[in-house]
Every structure is written in structure tokens, then in C-alpha cells.
């Protein structure tokens, strides 16, 4: 069947191997909205408590240096998920998917929630760096299992779907817990909880992935391949310099605001929703166009670069949008395609390894965005001209990887 994972032959445990996971019917469902709930986890955990830091600023001013503590309880699990994420993968491939994925879900709550009932502030900031360790757990096997479950198109489908669900997600998030913070700094913790829900859900009704050696004629012992340690390491520093194009507008949209004389956070607020609405649009159309993803990189890194260019050009708020429009249409493919085009180069038994590589990829550019720019605000005098040196750099990627691509056919 077309995008359904290859049928399985026999297998020595009892003569006979999983069924392929069914691509309709209620159980379908179910299992894709688990795993596109899982894999908002990690969003929440990046941004739920981004409106309660000054609450959080006021409680512990007394610490020695809690204007940069502070900041960090919000950035420290985009750190932990960075760093650990192909530690996570090697497990992955070793005890399985669904399994670490249930666990992980299970400890995600009980991190998550820890500041509820911490005082210390350093106690706190260690409590979501163990989120991130549960992060880096939930997004490699979701992402995995998105892999394992699917094939061709419908992979695509689905990759796709995931970085809708997850730029959406950043907007409602983002929102929840500005109305949760209003209780007070530590009741946005509670949403954490959520992943109670997630985890007998997910060890119910998520089909264990057929083995790889149960496939037939998968690569076993000596015939097994290495790992793409070479196809994938490109892939991986694309995936990086991707992210920190990918988080730019959200990251820094309300300071180019500020700079052009736009001090209301409505505006501000509104503003920074449309550019994500647009991002969901560029994945919805990354996944309608039907394409292999890597002739569309340039493409992509290319409309991600004429954003940015209209965004240093723009001298009003309306064509600051308008550029942050473009580029989010752009990185609303990027992700996607960088993301479909990693998992195209792994067989089962490495696909583990090489989504936690990928990942901390992801998260590692993610992390050093905002340190980028920052010193290229330093550089060039104003955080506009930054962008537009990232722009620069964007379209300068997209013109080798055009480059790369006529040469090797």
C-alpha cells in the first residue's frame, strides 16, 4: 500500500511479524495526534512561561544574578534538548521507540511542574534542564516514529503536519500562559501536567514499529551499511543554519518593532501572529506541492533571504510584516524539507541516531539565534542591518546549493 511502512515477513519470536499500522480509520487518527501532541511538547516547554519572566524577575530580585538567571529557566531546555538529543537517538535505536517515549513523557511532567513547589531559583533553572532531557527523549522518538510509520508521500504529509502543529502551537502557548500568568508566575508550570494524559494514551494505542529485521530483505550482520555519517552531516549543518533562520522573526520581531517606534504590545502581539499564521502556510504548501525536498532548498533558502532583505529595507511597520510574512512562508517550508530530506537518508536501524543528530541540530541553532544577531547588531550598529546580513548569508547558501546541483545531477 502506498506511504504505509514495508510489509514484514516473518520473525523468530512468533513466526510472525506486526502488521503495518493502518494509514485510516479512528486508530490512524489517534496515533497522528499523538504524535503531533508530542511533538508540541518541546514548543510548550520553549514558550509558556516567556510572559511570566518579569514576574518571575520581581520574586527573585533578591538573587545575585537573577536578571540573567532568570532569562536562562526560559533557554536552558533548547540547551539540554540541543546537547542530549543524539544521546537520545542512540537510545532510541536500542531499546525502542515507544518505550523511551512513554518514559520520557511521564518524567516531562514531573520536571515540568517541579517549580510549583521549588524556592531556589537554581533548583528551578535544574528542573528545566531536565525538561529539556525529556524533550530531547520525546521529539527524536516522535520524529522517529513519524519515520517508521510512514513512507514516501505520506511521510511528507506527515513531517509536514508536524511543523504546522508546531508553529501553531507557539501562538496558543504563548497566549495560555500570558492568562495563566495573570494567577500568578508559578500556575503556567501547571500546564505541564498535560503529558499525564499524553502517556497511557501513547502506550495504548501507538503500534510498536515492525523490526527492522523483520523486513524483508533488510541488511542484516555483515551486509548491514554504515552509518551516513557523511550524507547526514551535511544535512545536519544545513538543519542548523536553517534554525537560526527559522527563529529569527519570532525571536526578534517584537525588538524591530520596537525600533521602528511600535510600543504596543496588541500591535506587537498581533503582528508577530500573522508571520506564524504565514509559517503554517508555507508548511501546508511544502506538503501540496508533492516534490522531493532537496531540489527545493534553494528555492526555499531563497525566499527565506528576499524576507529578510525586505525586513532590512523596511522603513514602517507595514513592510517589516509584509518581509516577515515572506521569510515565514519560506522557513514554513524549510523545515519540512530539511526535516523529510534528513529522514530520506536513514534505514530503520539508524533512524534513531540520526532524528536525535538531527534534532540537536535543530535545537542547537535554535539556541544561538539570538547570539548571532546579537553580535552582528554589534557589528553593523542596528539589529535590522543584522537580519540583513543573515539574509546575505541565506542567499549565499542557496546559491551553492543551486551550484551543487547542476553540477552533480
Known amino acids: 500500500m502506498p506511504g504505509s511502512v514495508p510489509p514484514p515477513s516473518a520473525t523468530a519470536a512468533d513466526g510472525t511479524a506486526p502488521p503495518p499500522p493502518a ?4 486508530a490512524h487518527l489517534l496515533r497522528v495526534a499523538l504524535l503531533m501532541a508530542g511533538s508540541c511538547l518541546p514548543i510548550l516547554g520553549a514558550v509558556l512561561i516567556a510572559p511570566v519572566l518579569p514576574k518571575m524577575q520581581d520574586h527573585f530580585a533578591a538573587v545575585p544574578g537573577a536578571r540573567a538567571l ?6 536552558v531546555p533548547a540547551l539540554a534538548l540541543a546537547v542530549l538529543a543524539p544521546f537520545a537517538g542512540v537510545i532510541v535505536d536500542r531499546l525502542g521507540r515507544k518505550r523511551l517515549l512513554v518514559a520520557a513523557t511521564l518524567l516531562y511532567a514531573v520536571f515540568g511542574t517541579a517549580p510549583l513547589w521549588l524556592d531556589s531559583l537554581g533548583a528551578i533553572i535544574a528542573s528545566r534542564a531536565l525538561v529539556g532531557v525529556a524533550e530531547a527523549a520525546i521529539m527524536t522518538c516522535c520524529t522517529t516514529l513519524i519515520g517508521d510509520y510512514y513512507s514516501g508521500q505520506r511521510r511528507v504529509k506527515y513531517l509536514a503536519l508536524q511543523t504546522m502543529c508546531a508553529s501553531a502551537s507557539a501562538t496558543v502557548f504563548f497566549v495560555l500562559g500570558g492568562a495563566a500568568g495573570s494567577a500568578g508566575w508559578r500556575v503556567p508550570f501547571l500546564v505541564y501536567a498535560v503529558s499525564l494524559v499524553l502517556a497511557p494514551l501513547m502506550a495504548t494505542a501507538l503500534p510498536g514499529p515492525a523490526p527492522r529485521a523483520a523486513v524483508t530483505g533488510a541488511p542484516t550482520g555483515k551486509d548491514r551499511r554504515p552509518f551516513p555519517w557523511r550524507q547526514l552531516g551535511g544535512i545536519c549543518a544545513l538543519t542548523f543554519f536553517g534554525a537560526m533562520v527559522f527563529y529569527t522573526v519570532p525571536v526578534e520581531m517584537s525588538y524591530l518593532l520596537d525600533d521602528l517606534g511600535v510600543r504596543n504590545s496588541g500591535v506587537i502581539g498581533l503582528a508577530t501572529a500573522v508571520a506564524s499564521a504565514a509559517t503554517v502556510g508555507g508548511a501546508v504548501l511544502f ?13 526555499v533558502l531563497a525566499v527565506c533571504a528576499v524576507g529578510f532583505g ?11 510584516v509584509a518581509g516577515a510574512v515572506v521569510n515565514c512562508v519560506g522557513t514554513g517550508m524549510l523545515l519540512p524539507a530539511l526535516l523529510t530530506s534528513a529522514m530520506s537518508r536513514l534505514a530503520f536501524e539508524d533512524r534513531g541516531r540520526g532524528t536525535g ?3 540537536a541540530a535543530f535545537f542547537g541553532g535554535e539556541f ?3 547570539l548571532v544577531l546579537l553580535a552582528g547588531e554589534a557589528a553593523v550598529g542596528s539589529l535590522a542591518g ?3 546580513i ?6 549565499l547558501v542557496a546559491g551553492v546549493l543551486a551550484t551543487g546541483r547542476t553540477a552533480t545531477p
Open 390 to 395: 543573515l539574509g546575505l548569508a541565506a542567499a
Open 310 to 320: 525586505l525586513m532590512f529595507l523596511a522603513g514602517n511597520a507595514p513592510l517589516l
Open 368 to 370: 544561538v539565534c539570538p
Open 23 to 26: 494509514v485510516s480509520g479512528p
Open 357 to 359: 543528530l538531527w534534532t
Open 287 to 299: 506538503a501540496r506541492l508533492k516534490r522531493s525536498p532537496d531540489p527545493m532548498l534553494p528555492a
Open 70 to 75: 532568570v532569562p536562562l529557566a526560559l533557554t
Open 386 to 388: 543584522a537580519v540583513g
